[in-house]
């Protein structure tokens, strides 16, 4: 149910869905049809997307969206992460929001990342707590936590193949937040296609580099 605004007001912003991914023709663009795993909410059209390679997760070989290499905690678009609340004590228990929660399962790989430390891999999740606090879930991994990861630094969980681009998503979809993570299916481009490189979302030099695309003038040009 959708609930009008109980105030006189205006809200602006751009209706996005009206933008033109594509300088070249659609039809000869190599695409598959992909499942996006759960709990990414709304993903725009032309974001860059990973694969989920936690071997052991029933999510394993799920499309999720890339985790761009700048790790400043100035970045935008970053539904890949999972910011934690607490810092790393050492511990198997990650402290992340509540919604941010539901972007795993019991069996995906994490990984730890912040804007200096290199990345650590945590193993694959063997619980999420998401009753004993209101405000955030726990989740237990099966690597400890290092210290060495603090909310300071903008540390972060993301999945493991997260950093890896394998192509651009061609239509807008949601995946759904928290209990309402349902995931999505939708169509990734992985070749012969020419974007506008203003209508795509967080594809960056390293992104660029993993689908073997470059760039000219305003375009950017899949092989």
Excluded: W
């Amino acid at each position: 149910m959708t609930v009008g605004r109980d105030i006189p007001s205006v809200l602006f912003g751009a209706q996005d869905e009206y933008k033109h991914l594509y300088e070249s023709d659609p039809r000869a663009a190599l695409k598959i049809p992909i499942t996006l795993q759960s709990g990414f909410g709304q993903i725009k059209m032309g974001t860059a997307f990973a694969l989920n390679t936690s071997s052991s997760s029933d999510n394993y070989n799920k499309i999720t969206p890339y985790d761009q290499a700048l790790k400043t905690g100035a970045e935008a678009n970053v539904e890949a992460r999972a910011y934690l609340l607490q810092d790393g004590a050492d511990s198997t228990s990650v402290y992340v929001m509540m919604d941010d929660s539901y972007k795993f399962i019991v069996g995906d790989e994490l990984q730890a990342i912040d804007d200096d430390t290199v990345a650590g891999a945590l193993g694959a999740i063997t619980a999420i707590d998401r009753d004993t606090y209101p405000q955030m879930a726990v989740i237990t991994v099966t690597s400890a936590l290092s210290s060495d990861y603090a909310v300071s630094s903008f540390a972060y969980v993301a999945l493991k193949g997260s950093d890896t681009c394998v192509g651009v998503l061609e239509k807008s979809v949601d995946t759904g937040t928290g209990v309402n993570a349902k995931g999505a299916i939708a169509t990734l481009v992985i070749g012969n296609a020419i974007f506008r490189t203003g209508m795509l979302t967080n594809v960056d030099s390293a992104a660029r580099t993993d689908i073997s695309a470059s760039t000219f003038g305003a375009f950017t040009y899949v092989r």
